[in-house]
């Protein structure tokens, strides 16, 4: 079909115009050949005349169908032009809030000068892993892209961000960035990718500055380099920058800044470390302050500053580093502020005094001469001499500004050489993305250098666009095998030879910069002379001093001043000397000697269109035009060797007002940026490219019913296009897809409205008629009935008469009257008749209703009486169960407490023993002492004779003393002074012996505490001995319970009862012998008390006789020799007599107080003795209670023995023995009472004796009363004293050897009664042996005289092990248990129950070790097994219910209440006894949550490739397809032919699958919820994430689909009996809401209310951007009104709360609980299966 053929009426075009660029307008009329106008009329309603040239008419844009606009491809519109470009835009961006636009392989931009929720970490895991255009279009999705085609084609690839100043080329940049780092993290160390974030704060705060389009504008275009590893993770970058916009730095436009960093800095001049640099406010320096405004509106310059900082160190950039570029940037600022004065004509000079030149040497270390001498004067070398020639003040000035210049792009260069540096990490590079963010097309009112080069860098990039673009479309066609034929296209080669060919603007450029003279105005002559017959070349009419360039973009005209200049970039090499000379290392490394090549070539040849004029001196350096283009050169090296992919960023207006669109702005960038160039290249060829899918689906409506039923839908797709368009060449059937020419997709949209059109107007047609046709059958019905009764009526009137109606009358009165009468009759007999069936009908059901009642009565008092014995037998059973439970707790009770005083009795034993040692030492004492009394006896008799001689000479001498007395009162006065003399010596001596006794007090008082210390250690040493007597009971414990399952196990009953009747015999045996031994350790002990008792009254005698004997003994003998003495000195000797009695009164008041001492420290002793035997007593009264308890508990088991007895022969013989160990019992309990009576009796023996030796020690000291005469001399007083000392210290060591007796004597009965218990033990476990063997006896019996089946072992519901066997438990258990082996036969949570069995176990034998080791290893493996199989969801879900069963099972077991309380007896029997696994719950429950967490990983990998397909993508509903055409993003899509395509059925069954797995395994039904509903919230959020980041998703069909999706899975939650409990119809309102907005009108302020009140789950982002994003599918629905949109978001705002994402977070995860569920499986009844080959595992 004609193009020309489509302008009929009702079509619409575009029109030129100056305004708006572009408008539209609808055709009026047909447009036929040969008609030089065009009837239009306007949007605004005014008609028009469009002038047409007949001879070749220029017919306007037609406009694209209303379908087709807001496409997220601009390819995809039927009419490729720029109206249509331009209007897509503008209904994206001002209507939608979609600033992404693709066309074809370019991503458009649009900057909408304000903050979107559409760049979080949730978009960012959105995008990953999609397919470029399944997603709306975003910068994501081209990093996706192009970080798919690396990982795919092993290629390095580029991102070529360009477009204006302001357009967000720097934004799009570091998001793509952002994106990398985030999706390829490496986890290791370095954080690398951390580094390439934090390298964008930097070289934005050096590279950028304010101007008047952008506040953050790229004054630098920067190439970054991303390294990949092989694993395709970040593992370093490299930055390459390009033209520095220099003259920034000392030049600034008005209401511009310099760069960012100078004001970070002066923000921060008041800060420590800043203050050395003595900075000023920033509209202080002249740098700073040139545009007028020195702060941006809404941007903190101090906090850029912290983030600078920050940034710094993240690189690894040393504080030194950072402090010495500060120092540049400070010393640069002071530099400006030089002060620079005319001196005459031609000089120039700078104050000495200068601050701001003192400041700038200072921080860069350089002479303030140097500086100030050759910044105002110039250095000329001429042939013979050197000249030095001061300058004038301009040209200083332009000296200093070169300066600056100079210092701030070295220190450019330097700091991003270090970021190079700090961000290559060790590591061979595989592959690289590299982002270039570079100037786009630039044309200002006034174009310069600048201007220049970087329009000559976008007409390299623009030629290297157009042959990708041009490849890309070759390869498409070859791919889809279409015939390729050449398609022409702009070339912009002449532009770029008119810049770097021979002759060229840059080889011109050059040549001049060489000549010392050359200016400006002689270059640009040149270029008049040598390019003015160029085209592309233009010479201004109205200007000498500027030229004109035809750029691919538009014309620029340039003005020469200042190229030289700036392309000389040249520096007075003086200057350069004197900063290489700065003692600043950094300053001086700036300046050092280059190399030659240049510092830009980085050695690489570049081989330009014409070979440079090579340098003869080091003073003609490289231009900065010549390294540019190096540089340029370089970089579209490594852009062709890359696959590039474009963002163009364009600015909607000057303004920087969001969302508003400016249409001039707008297309005048859409021309420079290239991609009206793309339109025009898609534009020539076939830009509309549908599947054949997609063609069948949409254009199924035009086919006929025989191309409908066609199975090939290729072959049908090809007869309907032959058939509509009959043009051959206006479509092209490729492999997968079907190319149309421009306007024919809308010729096709217009036929499928036209047909839809016709069946919506035959719809109405027949509805319309069958409206009529039904109201004219209801008014023509209601019409019939109406003049049928008018008719009645009127033949009424007119037939009847007076007589007729008395006639009439009468009969209906004898009617009445007649038909009275015979229903009367009727009703009479039908009431008797009624009354008869009643009787006999009530006479029935009375009698049915007795025979009812007595049936019950006695069916009652049958049930009565079988209730009642039904009770009486389960009272019975229970009683007899009761009564073993209360035994079996009785007994083990008793145990206890016997071990308790098992432990205690052993303690006294241990004293008893020592107080036997104790009394072996004191007889053999005893027999020392008695060896010298005899020696005492003899010395007695001697000196009785010689005190009868001395009382005989002494009466024979007595006359002679009366002599004598007369002779002695002389000189009794001289004695009695010599007495007093004597006395004060006497007491003074007295003083010394009582200082000495309190010493050996203290001596002694220390002795008693290191005896009491050894006591301690000796307590302390029986404690340690109680512990090993412990642990040995514990073995014998173990030892007792392996020995009674032996008993058990036995499989011939027969031989068990020989062997237990051999065993009876023997144990009948030993009875009498351990009786005889009894009786003789009861003889011997009698014995050993009775001399024990006569030992100690012997000692006791012999000690108060040889006491006596000591003291009058040997006081009598010095008296007698006192008397005897002779010679001259006896009257001396008497007066020394009276002194000698004072001291011995003294002594023996100094002897009374130790003696009362002595006294007090005995009746305490004695206390504590007295204290020791109560104890005794009341451990024996203790011990009879518990014996007393025991004989009950006997006399219980006495009494079933007799019930037993009955029933067996053997039970008698085993009754007598019981009986005997009972009397035997009884005498040990009487023996141990004679024994307690016998050592009180001896006690109170000992205190008898002791009080006694009290008693003789008083005789004794009334004895030295009677002799205080004689004993006066000094000397004899003295050893009596002596003698008194000893005789008291071996009274001490008497009453020690007492106590050791006692002590000893103690520990002997200790002993003796640790004996008795344990005698007593071994009766126990005697009585329970045979116990064991007459209920073994009783099974068997009973076994042999009945034929029924035998009654089945007992269980305890525990499983034993050797511990090791403990790895093989693991093993077997967990480690090699497999869901699909031999677990599909096993009960569910087997395995949970076994190992809590075996964990049951180890509690009931109280082996701590045992049970930590077996919970520890239970731990592991299963860690194990869940580290090893992370993805396989059949093992977590089997792990996860047992973890759960085993954690219910720790607290269902463990003894708590709250616990108990559904158990059974029998479950509360089996609970743990000894220890507390509160802490391993704790552990338990931690591994459920983990493994929880990995099984709902599992799941959501699995279905989060089915949750868009099925939910969104697939059409569930039949007959609504909601399908539009695609763009050049699906081209290479081919889903439909190799990929698997998911539906809701998919997705069901899957959930179905995890369903039917979870219940084999016998997940608890809470779990099952908690998961199902963790699934469905991520199908909820998935599916809603991508409803907001796709367009095409957002209509009222696909409305109706995800409604439609929804209720599929509410069906399969109530099949599953899920609804209740789960809310997992919760999770998906947000969708369900999404889905109702899509379909529910959207126009009215009611519409607006609505949507507020049922969209409670949406935010105010969701909502917005949903009402954005809704496209119509036909021409039938309309689009959302922006001010509809706009009052939305105004009712919005006072909703309170809420979040402000766009996105659902799809990893929230809800917190898992795991409710106490109790079990009622009894353990005991549990079978270990045979394919566990658990054999050495035993059931106990």
């Not at 302001?166 to 799009?172: E, F, I």
């Not at 623009?462 to 390729?484: A, C, G, S």
């Not at 014409?610 to 003869?616: A, D, F, H, I, N």
């Not at 049951?1400 to 239970?1418: C, E, F, P, V």
């Amino acid at each position: 079909m004609a193009l020309s053929e489509l302008y009929t009426k009702y079509n619409r075009v575009w029109i030129p115009d100056e305004e708006h660029v572009w408008k539209s307008a609808e055709i009026l009329r047909d447009f036929k050949p040969g008609d030089d106008t065009l009837q239009l009329q306007l949007e605004d309603g005014t008609e028009m005349l469009y002038s047409l040239d007949t001879s070749s008419p220029q017919l306007p844009h037609l406009r694209n169908p209303d379908i087709l606009v807001g496409e997220n491809d601009l390819t995809a519109l039927s009419y490729l032009h720029e109206p249509a470009v331009l209007h897509n835009l503008k209904v994206r961006f001002v209507e939608s809030k979609i600033i992404y636009t693709y066309c074809g392989i370019i991503l458009v931009a649009v900057n909408p000068y304000k903050q979107l929720h559409i760049y979080g970490d949730a978009v960012i895991h959105a995008y990953s892993g999609q397919n470029m255009g399944d997603m709306d279009p975003h910068i994501f999705a081209v990093a996706e892209e192009a970080y798919k085609q690396m990982a795919r084609n092993n290629k390095n690839q580029s991102i070529i961000v360009s477009g204006e100043s302001g357009a967000g080329k720097t934004v799009s940049a570091r998001y793509a960035m952002r994106y990398f780092a985030m999706v390829s993290k490496s986890g290791s160390k370095t954080h690398v990718e951390d580094k390439v974030l934090a390298s964008n704060p930097i070289t934005e705060a050096i590279g950028n500055a304010k101007t008047t389009r952008n506040d953050n504008s790229s004054r630098f275009g920067k190439y970054t380099e991303i390294s990949f590893d092989g694993r395709y993770q970040i593992i370093g970058a490299n930055m390459r920058t390009y033209l520095l916009e220099k003259s920034r730095v000392v030049s600034q436009s008005e209401r511009e800044r310099n760069y960012h960093i100078f004001y970070q800095m002066c923000a921060c001049a008041d800060q420590p470390e800043f203050k050395s640099l003595r900075l000023l406010r920033a509209d202080e320096f002249r740098y700073t302050s040139m545009g007028g405004e020195t702060a941006i509106e809404g941007v903190d310059d101090r906090k850029d500053m912290e983030e600078t900082c920050r940034t710094f160190s993240l690189l690894g950039l040393t504080e030194d580093f950072q402090a010495g570029v500060f120092k540049v940037l400070a010393g640069i600022l002071h530099l400006g502020n030089v002060e620079i004065r005319n001196v005459g004509s031609d000089r120039s000079s700078i104050s000495s005094s200068d601050p701001h030149m003192t400041a700038f040497c200072d921080l860069l270390g350089v002479s303030p001469d140097g500086v100030t001498r050759w910044l105002c004067h110039r250095r000329f070398v001429m042939v013979a001499e050197t000249v030095v020639k001061p300058v004038t003040s301009k040209r200083a000035v332009n000296a200093r500004d070169a300066l600056a210049k100079q210092i701030y792009a070295h220190l450019f260069d330097c700091v991003i050489h270090k970021i190079n540096a700090a961000l290559q990490v060790p590591g061979k590079q595989h592959s690289f993305i590299g982002v270039l963010d570079i100037y786009g097309f630039e044309t200002f009112d006034v174009n310069s250098f600048e201007q220049f080069c970087i329009n000559y860098a976008n007409e390299k990039l623009q030629q290297q666009f157009n042959l990708h673009v041009f490849k890309l479309e070759q390869e498409e066609y070859m791919k889809e095998d279409i015939p390729w034929t050449l398609i022409d296209f702009y070339d912009n080669q002449p532009v770029i030879d008119l810049i770097e060919a021979k002759m060229g603007i840059l080889d011109l450029l050059d040549e001049e910069c060489l000549f010392p003279q050359g200016t400006d105005q002689n270059w640009l002559q040149k270029l008049y002379n040598y390019l003015a017959d160029n085209p592309l070349f233009e010479k201004p009419r109205m200007s000498n001093e500027a030229f004109i360039i035809q750029h691919f973009a538009d014309k620029v005209e340039y003005q020469c001043w200042g190229f030289l200049e700036k392309n000389r970039d040249t520096l007075y090499e003086e200057l350069i000397d004197t900063m290489r000379t700065s003692k600043f290392p950094l300053l001086a490394n700036f300046f050092l000697e280059e190399e030659s090549g240049g510092v830009g070539s980085r050695g690489i040849k570049v081989r330009p269109a014409r070979p440079g004029v090579k340098p003869t001196n080091k003073n003609l350096r490289t231009t900065v035009g010549e390294k540019f283009r190096s540089s340029l050169y370089l970089l579209m090296e490594t852009l062709n060797a890359t696959t590039p992919h474009y963002v163009r960023c364009v600015k909607p207006n000057e303004e920087k007002m969001p969302f508003e669109y400016d249409s001039k702005r707008v297309v005048q960038q859409l021309r420079a940026c290239g991609v009206l160039e793309t339109i025009h290249i898609s534009a020539q060829s076939y830009p509309s490219r549908w599947t054949y899918i997609e063609f069948y689906s949409r254009y199924s409506i035009l086919m006929s019913q025989q191309e409908v039923v066609l199975t090939d839908k290729k072959q049908t797709c090809r007869t309907v296009l032959q058939r509509l368009i009959q043009d051959s060449n206006q479509y092209k059937f490729g492999r997968t897809k079907i190319f149309f020419r421009a306007g024919q997709v809308a010729y096709l949209e217009k036929l499928r409205l036209d047909r839809l059109r016709g069946a919506c107007v035959t719809i109405q047609k027949h509805v319309r008629g069958w409206r009529h046709r039904r109201t004219f059958l209801r008014m023509r019905e209601a019409a019939i009935i109406l003049q049928q009764y008018v008719r009645g009526q009127r033949r009424i009137r007119k037939s009847v008469t007076a007589a007729a109606l008395k006639q009439g009358w009468a009969v209906v009165v004898i009617q009445r009257y007649w038909r009275g009468y015979l229903t009367r009759q009727i009703y009479r007999i039908v009431r008797s008749s009624t009354i008869i069936i009643q009787a006999f009908t009530r006479g029935w059901v009375a009698r049915k209703r007795y025979k009812k009642m007595v049936e019950v009565q006695k069916a009652l008092i049958l049930q009565k009486y079988a209730r009642a014995w039904l009770a009486r037998r389960r009272f019975q059973t229970l009683r007899r169960l009761v009564h073993n439970v209360q035994l079996s707790y009785r007994c083990q009770q008793l145990r206890k407490k016997l071990e308790d005083q098992g432990k205690e009795n052993r303690g006294l034993l241990e004293r008893l023993t020592s107080l036997a040692g104790a009394h072996a030492q004191g007889l053999d004492k005893l027999h020392g002492l008695e060896a010298q009394l005899g020696k005492s006896a003899t010395e007695k008799a001697s000196l009785e004779e010689r005190e009868k001689k001395s009382k005989e000479d002494a009466a024979k001498r007595i006359a002679q003393l009366q002599q004598e007395k007369d002779m002695f009162i002389v000189e009794k006065q001289d004695l009695e002074k010599k007495l007093a003399d004597t006395a004060t010596e006497m007491k003074d001596g007295f003083d010394q012996i009582k200082t000495a006794l309190k010493e050996d007090l203290e001596r002694e008082e220390r002795l008693r505490k290191i005896a009491e210390n050894n006591l301690d250690l000796q307590k302390e040493d029986h404690e340690k001995e109680v512990e090993v007597l412990r642990e040995e009971n514990r073995r014998l414990k173990e030892e007792r319970v392996r020995l009674q399952r032996q008993t058990e196990e036995g499989a011939q009953v027969n031989t068990d009862l020989q062997d237990q009747v051999i065993q009876l015999t023997k144990h009948v045996k030993v009875i009498p012998e351990l009786r005889k031994d009894l009786h003789n350790l009861q003889t011997q002990r009698d014995d050993l008390d009775r001399r024990m008792k006569g030992q100690s009254e012997e000692a006791i005698a012999k000690m108060s006789v040889i006491t006596r004997q000591l003291l009058g003994g040997v006081m009598e003998e010095e008296v007698i020799s006192r008397l005897t003495s002779d010679g001259p000195d006896q009257i001396y000797e008497a007066g020394d007599l009276l002194t000698a009695f004072d001291g011995l009164q003294k002594a023996t008041r100094v002897l009374e107080r130790k003696q009362k001492e002595q006294k007090e420290v005995s009746d305490s002793q004695m206390e504590g003795l007295t204290f020791k035997v109560e104890h005794l007593q009341n451990e024996n009264n203790q011990l009879q209670k518990l014996f007393q308890e025991k004989m009950s508990v006997n006399d219980s088991i006495g009494q079933e023995v007799t019930r037993l007895n009955q029933e067996n022969m053997v039970i008698p013989e085993l009754k007598q023995t019981v009986s005997e160990l009972q009397r035997h019992k009884q005498e040990l309990e009487d023996q141990l009472e004679e024994q307690a009576r016998g050592m009180t009796e001896k006690i109170e023996e000992m205190s008898k004796k002791l009080q006694m030796n009290v008693e003789e020690e008083a005789s004794q000291r009334r004895l030295l009363e009677q002799h205080e005469q004689v004993e006066r001399e000094k000397e004899e007083v003295e050893r009596k004293v002596e003698e008194l000392e000893e005789v008291l210290r071996r009274q001490k060591n008497t009453e020690t050897e007492a106590k050791t007796r006692f002590t000893q004597e103690a520990s002997r009965l200790t002993a003796e009664n640790m004996d008795f218990e344990e005698q007593l033990d071994m009766k126990d476990r005697l009585i329970r042996k045979l116990q064991n063997k007459m209920k073994s006896l009783q099974t068997s019996e009973k076994a042999n005289q009945t034929p029924a089946p035998t009654i089945p072992k007992e269980y305890l519901g525990m499983l034993e092990y050797k511990r090791e066997d403990e790895p093989k438990l693991i093993q077997y258990i967990i480690l090699d248990l497999k869901p699909r082996g031999v677990v599909v036969n096993m009960i569910p949570n087997l395995a949970a129950q076994l190992l809590f069995m075996c964990v049951r176990h180890a509690d009931y034998l109280n082996d701590g070790a045992k049970l930590k080791s077996l919970m520890n290893a239970i731990i592991s493996g299963v860690k194990k097994v869940i580290t090893d199989h992370q993805a396989d969801f059949e093992l977590l879900s089997f792990w996860l219910s047992n973890m759960y069963h085993m954690l219910n099972c720790l607290k269902q077991y463990s003894g708590e209440e709250e616990f108990m309380k559904q158990n059974s007896p029998r479950q509360n029997k089996n609970c743990l006894q000894n220890f507390d696994l509160s802490e391993h719950r704790q552990i338990f429950s931690d591994l459920a949550i983990r493994i929880y967490h990995h099984f709902i990983s599992v799941m959501e990998k699995t279905l989060i490739p089915m949750i868009v397909p099925g939910m969104l993508e697939h059409e569930s509903l039949q007959g609504i397809s909601s399908m539009k055409p695609t763009g050049f993003r699906k081209r290479s899509s081919s889903i439909y032919e190799d990929q698997e395509v998911y539906t809701i059925s998919s997705l069901l069954q899957q959930l179905s699958l995890y369903h039917s797995t979870m219940s084999q395994h016998g997940m608890e039904e809470g779990l099952v919820r908690q998961a199902v509903k963790q699934t469905f919230f991520l199908v909820g959020a998935a599916t809603l994430n991508n409803i907001l980041l796709r367009k095409d998703m957002c209509s009222c069909r696909k409305g109706m689909q995800i409604r439609c999706n929804i209720s599929y899975l509410e069906e399969w939650l109530k099949e599953k009996d899920l609804v209740q409990g789960t809310s997992a119809m919760e999770t998906l309102k947000p969708l369900c809401q999404a889905a109702w907005l899509l379909q529910v009108n959207k126009t009215t302020d009611d519409d607006a209310k609505e949507i507020i009140e049922q969209c409670s789950e949406l935010n105010t982002v969701q909502i917005v951007k949903i009402l954005n994003s809704y496209t119509p599918i036909d021409d039938f629905e309309k689009r959302v009104a922006p001010s509809f949109v706009r009052k939305v978001q105004g009712l919005l705002q006072d909703r309170e709360g809420g979040s402000s994402q766009l996105m659902l977070d799809t990893q929230y995860r809800f917190q898992v609980t795991f409710p106490f569920t109790p079990s009622s499986q009894a353990l005991e009844l549990l079978q270990l299966p045979s394919s566990l080959r658990l054999g050495f595992i035993t059931r106990v």
